[in-house]
């Protein structure tokens, strides 16, 4: 027991590979990123990570046999009993591969792989602003809103690994068509395209490309404009939220990915939304917080997937 | 262990309290019914009770030692675990009641509480239509819109014993406004009070009170326009669990409640719904069915309640 001390926690993302060694209480003691580019088809992939392996052991001083696990969060549709990814959302050439089996085949360690959105869950939940939660939802705020749901202490993933997807619960019928297809999901509302949309429609001023970054700086500046688009996201997400905080009854609400670190420009109307549209009881009980693991949640909470699956 | 065979199930309603000798089955081997109007007062109530549960073990020549416990199910908000009742939606004098105690005080058996809605719920999970499920969702339908979860195989209660408020989750929010104070929330579109809105306005033709039966026996009969209504509840309802269905990837969606009497009429176009508004793979996963147990999953479920909780 004291020899495995370790597990690698992989976040296989659309542009960047991030791999870091996490220790038993959620740290990340190094880490190292692959480009996706290079190490996002399967074959590469595999090769990528027992070279990252190797070095993370090596620039820690420790013997593979240390090793308990190597833990992958990936951006698509798995199957995490049997290790098998099913496709992925904005990267090619994955189409049910085993993958963890063809790991363990050449690295020789137990190998466990999940969603992303499910792994940002179990980090926050375990080592950030989750800690402690009974039942947890978790959502992350980006170009796609994503989430995961703990339940009963333990991550829940449905019936076919598919539950969570928070930004696809309907805010309006009659808004915005959403990438998947329906109207008014809350991802139409509150992605990074709808916020795009909507600052531009506020008339907020730029040079260059109008992005959440700038419009989060805008605010931040006093702009009226900037600050009423994150006054109407946090009203927009709050709504979204009270009907699932009837629903669940949940402890708390964990809220990251990118757009979240705008959190002091919409964290107040969220509140304010949420204790206006939820029932009173649900209301009251829910905290909801920001995330605290920031852009290494998804590796901590792949590492985390090392130690509860083992 | 085969000493205890039995146990009472009680169905506590704004009419009716219904309470049933139930078996380890699931089978309710006698019944009696109390009015609310005389034994719907704390007071009342447990003299009712203790009543009954003499009565009913007579009838069925039991010694009350073989009595495993009594279940009751109650219209409002509970502590669970402690067994208390904090209020009751339709019924007055209600206020943090230590209900359990003061039964087990008095009937030296153990006696365990929850809302109505979880006990359907945990009816039809164990005994019903929604047997073997690992998640499930049962939706009550009726004045309210009730509902309760099953995660990870167990009844999932949130929080504060509030989950399962599937009739305030958000439909469209400039749609009618509904009791809870929000706006469009499910239950303001298809309780009973929002069906027969949609009948009148679709000019169905009716001698005495339009109802949700008379609406059914119209539409059984063919009259277009409440075949119409029947439709566009169904559609209605469809389009609010498709968002749930995204959310929680549920095995199984049950639908009970007095509405559910008129299941061939509206389930076409629910099931068409969820079909076009839920993400493929939830979409396709999840299986909507009709509740089994009809009045009698109340009594069932709290029965159930007996033999999980002991």
């Known amino acids: 027991m004291k020899q495995r001390m370790w ?32 190490f996002g088809r399967p074959t590469t992939f ?9 070095q993370l052991a090596a620039s820690a001083r420790l013997s593979s ?12 549709l798995v199957d995490a009993q049997r290790g098998v990814v099913h496709m992925l959302t904005n990267v090619r050439g ?6 963890a089996g063809r790991l363990r085949a050449r690295l020789h360690v ?19 602003a989750g800690r402690g939660a009974k039942s947890l939802v978790c959502l992350t705020l980006g170009t796609g809103v994503g989430g995961g749901l703990v339940f009963h202490g333990a991550l829940y993933r449905g019936a076919s690994g598919a539950a969570g997807e928070i930004g696809h619960t309907v805010l309006d019928p009659d808004g915005p068509r959403c990438g998947c297809g329906a109207r008014g999901c809350l991802e139409a509302h509150v992605g990074t395209a709808a916020i795009v949309r909507m600052a531009r429609q506020a008339g907020v001023a730029h040079r ?10 805008m605010a931040r500046r ?18 979204g939220l009270a009907g699932i905080v009837n629903l669940l009854n949940p402890d708390r609400v964990v809220i990251g990915g990118g757009v979240a670190n705008a959190w002091a420009l919409f964290a107040p109307s969220l509140r304010r939304a949420i204790r206006a549209d939820a029932m009173e009881i649900p209301g009251r009980t829910v905290r909801v917080v920001r995330a605290q693991l920031g852009d290494q949640a998804g590796v901590i909470g792949a590492a985390v997937l090392v130690w509860e699956e083992r």
Chains 1, 2 share one sequence.
């Open 7 to 38: 597990a690698v926690g992989v976040d296989f993302g659309g542009t960047n590979i991030k791999c870091g060694l996490v220790d038993r209480r959620g740290r990340v003691v190094t880490s190292l990123v692959l480009s996706t580019a290079r």
């Open 46 to 54: 595999v090769v990528g990570i027992h070279r990252a392996v190797e």
């Open 65 to 76: 046999a240390r090793l308990a696990g190597i833990g992958i969060g990936v951006p698509g």
């Open 94 to 99: 994955w189409c049910d591969v085993p993958l």
């Open 110 to 128: 137990p190998v466990f792989i999940d969603n992303d959105a499910n792994l940002v869950t179990l980090g926050e939940w375990r080592w950030g």
């Open 208 to 217: 260059g490309r109008l992005t959440p970054e700038w419009l989060a700086w």
């Open 222 to 239: 006093g702009d009226r404009r900037a600050r009423a688009v994150w006054h109407q996201v946090g009203r927009l997400l709050g709504r």
